[in-house]
């Protein structure tokens, strides 16, 4: 483990805030993405379960219409991917964008309680995801990407004010808002990521002990250039089985994390082979682009994938604040045993 430490330590990876602005560009690759497809037709069509079912967006058909309310969520999205963006540079801009951003998958995940048809029920239901869940389930991370995001900024922006010495009074009055609320505690976003992780690889490890998933596998796994093995290996039922055995393996890991980095960094690394390894898949999958709109109009199982690079980014960021506890904690265990002993003290008085 110390060997291991020490080579991640050195890996610019864990550099500076590779970790922050890895998260910030997926998420603005995510909103560019998705808000581009909202403008075409076909994407009209796959929004209706979404929106007709949402709680928080259902209005959207009455006020705009089916088109209408397509694109009022195209420019939205594209709102907060320039905010998003803008953040880079600008941290008013990038609270905005944060904020946008938890608006949005607040909103989508909210959907899912009401999603019709979303638990198989050969599975036996709950929580043996099917349909549309599977592509909202992802949001959970998505959404505590988001807070990270916008925590991260407010924090930044009260402890580095602008050049007059004190940060402007909306951001004040935010910081308050977050501080009353509890969501500035220290470490809050590390929790809540490494939660949200768990709860996809629960959920998403769960479904892959059922012939229904195993079915919904094949495309991913036969187009993998990194687990195509599985089918000549273990069959079809026995390759999603192994993936299942893998994300539990790896869901017990991260929750350990919760009280022992060791264990919680090896679920990190983990985690973040598992999103290379299906981020790897997009090449290679067909019909991903719409034939009708082409490039970059997303199609068919490419939207599910392409949130992956948020996952993956999550992943790396956890890699980072475990190879950073398990140091302290290692530095603050030699700190103390280098203290001379009282009876030692007592010894030469």
Known sequence: MNSLLQTLAKSS???????????????????????????????VQVLVPYISNGPLVSWLYPAFGIRGGSWFLGV???????LLFWGFWNRQAGILGALGSCATYVATVTIIPFMPNGWDEVAGGFPAMTGNVPFLMKDVVL????????????????????RAGTAKYPIQ???????ALGLLREDLEYHLLRAAMVIIFAFFGYTKWHQYAAQTMI?????SPFIFWL?????????????GASEWTILALLYAGFWDKRLGLLGAIG???????????IPFIPNKWDPAAGFPAMAGLLPFLV???????????????????????????????????????????
């Open 219 to 223: 495309p991913f796994i036969s187009n």
């Open 271 to 281: 985690s973040t082979v598992t999103f290379v390894t299906t981020l790897t898949i």
């Open 13 to 43: 990876l864990l550099k500076g805030d590779l970790d922050y602005h890895l998260i910030r560009a997926s998420m603005v690759i995510i909103f560019l993405l998705f808000g581009y497809q909202k403008w075409f037709e076909y994407e």
């Open 143 to 162: 959404l505590a990407a988001s807070f990270y995001l916008l925590k991260r900024d407010v924090v930044t922006a009260i402890q580095s004010p602008d």
């Open 231 to 243: 089918y000549p290996a273990f069959g079809l039922r026995g390759g999603a089985r192994f993936l």
């Open 173 to 179: 009055l935010l910081a308050r808002a977050m501080a």
């Open 76 to 82: 939205m999205e594209w709102l907060f991917c320039l």
């Open 307 to 349: 949130k992956d690079l948020v996952l993956l980014a999550v992943s790396i960021y956890l890699v980072k604040q475990d190879v950073i506890r398990l140091a302290l904690s290692s530095r603050d265990a030699e700190m103390v045993s280098s203290r001379p002993r009282v009876e030692e003290i007592a010894a030469t008085v």
